[in-house]
């Protein structure tokens, strides 16, 4: 097995999700292991640019597996995005003697370290970090199943004052591009209806059903609505046009927003992150880059960056 790399450094770039602490200790337990060295890299693309460098061993990363977000933090870098800052970033490695980059974040992370790769021969490995699940490559994203999780909560207990005094509610979900977790979690809470940026059902279909609800003896009704739902132009637009065109239902709007994004990672997540990180570290030291690591079939597996980022996922 060839192995001429004797230092990886890691970062976590874009938004973060659930997983992520677990997946950077995992790296660099890997590291330690394998007797490679490992570095911090502090806030994504732009620390890497600032040289915003830290040394970590297996026991600076003791106590984390359960934290949600990233000890590491995370930015989105405008200046990463030319050429001079991907110098500057460049150098730093270089500087550090860093052999390779593990890369934890969304298909804008693994755009930056495609292109980083493209430019400078610099071994890349991505982890898919984000709670859309809207990677290619994989069936499950780090920090997608703690947010279902957190959603179907919330849901169960926007039920309750649905229940309790006959409204209907549009409960909003993160998911700009794919509507994966307003499905799963609609499914799970049992919603009357789900949109998502995937269907353009329409207004009149949505109050059709409604109506339909409404006279089938239901006195409440929850609604599961995707950020980038295109039937109407926002969730509170939803809200108007059902007052208007529907009796019978007090409609209220609850927007879930961040915190979909915390809390402590599930089981699922942490053990994902724990698998991803190890196939990520000896991925490098067998030699491979700019790659993803991804869950299919219960394994382990491969995909090419740029498939990663421009495949559609299902």
Do not use: W
């Not at 995937?198 to 279909?205: A, F, N, S, V, Y």
């Amino acid at each position: 097995m060839p192995n001429r790399i004797k230092k990886i450094a890691v970062l976590t770039s874009g938004g973060d999700s659930p997983g992520m602490n677990a997946a950077i200790r995992s790296v660099v337990r890997t590291c330690a292991y394998h007797d490679v060295e490992c570095i911090g890299i502090y806030q994504g693309y732009q620390g890497m640019i600032d040289d915003e460098f830290t040394a970590l061993d297996a026991r600076s990363v003791k106590g984390i597996i359960n934290k949600g977000g990233t000890f590491l933090k995370s930015a989105r870098s405008q200046e990463f995005r030319t050429k001079e800052g991907r110098e500057k970033a460049h150098k730093n490695l270089l500087k550090h003697n860093i052999d390779a980059l593990v890369v934890i974040g969304g298909d804008g992370s693994f755009t930056g370290g495609l292109v980083f790769n493209q430019e400078f021969g610099f071994p890349v490995i991505g982890i898919p970090g984000t709670i859309d699940n809207d990677i290619y490559g994989t069936t499950h994203t780090l920090g997608f199943d703690t947010a279902l999780n957190t959603v179907v909560d919330a849901i169960d207990k926007i039920r309750d004052t649905a229940s309790s005094h006959n409204r209907l509610f549009f409960i909003e979900v993160m998911g700009r591009d794919v509507g994966h977790i307003a499905l799963n979690a609609g499914i799970a809470g049992g919603a009357e209806e789900i949109l998502i940026p995937e269907e353009d059902l329409g207004l009149d279909r949505l109050v059709d059903s409604l109506n339909k609800s409404r006279k089938s003896g239901k006195t409440s009704s929850i609604v599961v609505v995707a950020e980038g739902d295109k039937i109407g132009k926002n969730i509170f637009e939803l809200k108007e046009y059902v007052d208007q065109n529907m009796e019978g239902y007090d409609v209220r709007v609850s927007v879930l927003g961040h915190m979909q994004r915390g809390g402590a990672p599930s089981c699922f997540d942490r053990v994902l992150a724990s698998r991803m990180g190890v196939k990520a570290v000896e991925s490098l030291l067998e030699g491979k880059t700019n790659y993803m690591v991804g869950l299919l079939d219960s394994k382990m597996e491969l995909t090419p960056l740029e498939k990663a980022i421009k495949g559609k996922t299902k």
